[in-house]
Every structure is written in structure tokens, then in C-alpha cells.
């Protein structure tokens, strides 16, 4: 028996077949340039913070200590004889304040007292120490404290050549009240003010002894010493010669061949403990004496680096 079915079924199911062929597709067919369906976006990784450098180590104290037990004792009173030029020391170099590093030992040992003299590095300038007060002996053989000078140490601080050492230059009226005669001295390191400090302690000392120190001579000379190939620290603008009258001067004194130099001395020694006060040698303390002679060298006078007894 045939049995027909009615054509609304027959279209019926022709639309049911149709609509789960489309189901079944996937993207097989689609065009290459088709757009794709959305795809999730997944979340930014976190970015990694940059790592800070780890912190120095802060020396412990016993380091500190051995640090500063490494650096010689003459490095140290320069730095506090002259602080706004010499900014730190290390265990062989002051380091001015510009930047400049400058050694202080050559490394060259067993130096001959002209070669002490002739090639002085910071070491030998402060070698020999200096004995403040009026009390001291002669001085023994070659034992001249501040006769050794380190010159580009001293060019550095107040002047590469003339000029520059002029330029820096202050008046000071010696004695004002009963000379009042005009000095030219640097105003580097207050110097100029040193001076006048000095002078005017001495012109209220008793007069016979204020005498002795009227006469002045020699501040700023640009020039070496004579015989030598050494400038002077009179080019330098930090000495003066006080008491040229009452004056004595080893090249002077008449002596035996091969003996020993004879000290002489007749400045007052209240006027050498006033310059001392204010930062000045004396040349009177030298084997090869100069007893007008001083000098602005607060580094010898510096604690530390001064003798405690007679040498």
C-alpha cells in the first residue's frame, strides 16, 4: 500500500533538514579576508619594577678607625691648617677642593739635606716639626722646620707667577700709631688680618722691645733665593722681615772650616711669640738661621705636628 504524504509535511521537513545542515558548518569556508570572530584579550602582564641599587655598606667603626690610622699625621694638620683650600686627605694625597689631587710622598728615601731642600715633597715639608715658645735650644745640625717647601703646593694656594700672587694683594700698615708704614702681603687665608693682629700686639709692647721691631723689609718679592734654583716665600707674598737692624743671618757668621755653624740671636722673643700666635715660623728656630725672617705656615703650628720637647 502507497502512502502519500501531504506537501506541507513534504516542505516541513526540507526545512528542518536544511537548518541542521547549517548548524554542522564550521570556518572551513570562509574567506581568507573574512573578519575573524572576537577573541578574548587577555590581561597585560604586571611590569616588573626596576631594582634599586642596594644601599653602601656604611663602614663599621673599626674600618673608619683603620682608614684614618693610615693617613700620616702631616696630612692631617695640613687639612686643618688650611681648610677651605684642602677639602680631604687620603693615605697619600690632599685633595683640594677644586678637585686637584696632589701626592704627598714621592717615594724617594734617604734624601740629602740639599736634596731635602731642592726636591721637597709634602712629606719633607712636614718632617721636621717646629718647637713654639720661647724656650729652645740651638738648633742642632740641619734642623731648619719650614725650609723645605713643596713649590707647587705654594703656587697653588697663592699664585702660579707674579701676577697672580699680585692680584691678590692687601695693604697692611705696620704699626700704625708709631710707623705706620704700608706692607703688601696676600689676603689668601686671611693673612693680611693676621698681620695686622700681629702689629698691633706689638706696638702695645713695652718700647724698648718695640723698637727692635719698627723696621720692616721684604713682604712681596718675586724672586728665588739666592744661589738656589728655589723661590723664595717672599714670591709668595706670606713673609715678612721684622727687625732687620737687630737682625743675624747664618751666611754672616765667620766659622772654622768644617765647624759648626754659631747661632746668634738678638731679636726679642715676646715679638717671635706674637707671630707665633697668628700662624707664623720663625727663621730664628733654624740651624741656618734668619732672625728677621717669618712666615705664615699654620701647618707646622697645627696640633699634632708641633714638638713637644726640644729636638
Known amino acids: 500500500m502507497v502512502i502519500l504524504a501531504r506537501p506541507g509535511a513534504i516542505v516541513l521537513a526540507l526545512l528542518l533538514l536544511g537548518l541542521s545542515s547549517g548548524c554542522q558548518s564550521d570556518d572551513k569556508g570562509r574567506r581568507d579576508d573574512a573578519p575573524s570572530p572576537a577573541a578574548a584579550v587577555p590581561e597585560p602582564a604586571p611590569q616588573a619594577q626596576p631594582k634599586s641599587p642596594p644601599a653602601p655598606n656604611k663602614p663599621s667603626p ?8 693610615s693617613i700620616p699625621q702631616g696630612l692631617k694638620c695640613l687639612k686643618a691648617a688650611y681648610p677651605e683650600h684642602i677639602c680631604s686627605v687620603s693615605a697619600n694625597a690632599i685633595h683640594w677642593c677644586d678637585g686637584t689631587k696632589m701626592a704627598y710622598d714621592d717615594g724617594k728615601a734617604h734624601k740629602t739635606h740639599a736634596q731635602f731642600l731642592e726636591g721637597a715633597d709634602l712629606e719633607d715639608q712636614m718632617k721636621q716639626r717646629y718647637l713654639i715658645g720661647t724656650q729652645y ?3 742642632p745640625q740641619d734642623f731648619d722646620p719650614g725650609r723645605a717647601r713643596h713649590e707647587p703646593f705654594f703656587k697653588k694656594m697663592y699664585g702660579q707667577d707674579a701676577k697672580a700672587v699680585s692680584r691678590t694683594l692687601v695693604p697692611v700698615f705696620w704699626m700704625p700709631k708709631t710707623v705706620n708704614r704700608r706692607i703688601l702681603v696676600t689676603g689668601v687665608n686671611g693673612i693680611d688680618k693676621k698681620l695686622k693682629a700681629v702689629s698691633d700686639e706689638i706696638e702695645a709692647l713695652p718700647e724698648p722691645i718695640r723698637k727692635m721691631a719698627q723696621k720692616t723689609s721684604g713682604t712681596f718679592v718675586w724672586r728665588t733665593i ?14 715678612v722681615d721684622v727687625g732687620v737692624e737687630f737682625s743675624d743671618y747664618w751666611k754672616w757668621a765667620r766659622k772654622p772650616a768644617g765647624a759648626p755653624l754659631p747661632y746668634k740671636n738678638r731679636f726679642p722673643l715676646e715679638v ?8 707664623f715660623v720663625w727663621g730664628g728656630k733654624w ?7 717669618f712666615e705664615y705656615r699654620p701647618e707646622l703650628l697645627a696640633d699634632g705636628c708641633v714638638l713637644t720637647s726640644p729636638p
Do not use: C, N, Q, W
Not at 673599626?62 to 690610622?69: H, S
Not at 740651624?287 to 725672617?293: G, I, N, S, V
Open 62 to 69: 673599626v674600618d673608619e678607625l683603620k682608614a684614618t690610622a
Open 137 to 139: 735650644p740651638e738648633p
Open 287 to 293: 740651624y741656618h738661621y734668619d732672625t728677621m725672617h
Open 272 to 279: 717671635v711669640e706674637i707671630f707665633e700666635r697668628h700662624g
Open 226 to 239: 739666592k744661589g738656589t734654583d728655589r723661590l723664595s716665600s717672599h714670591s709668595f707674598a706670606i713673609a
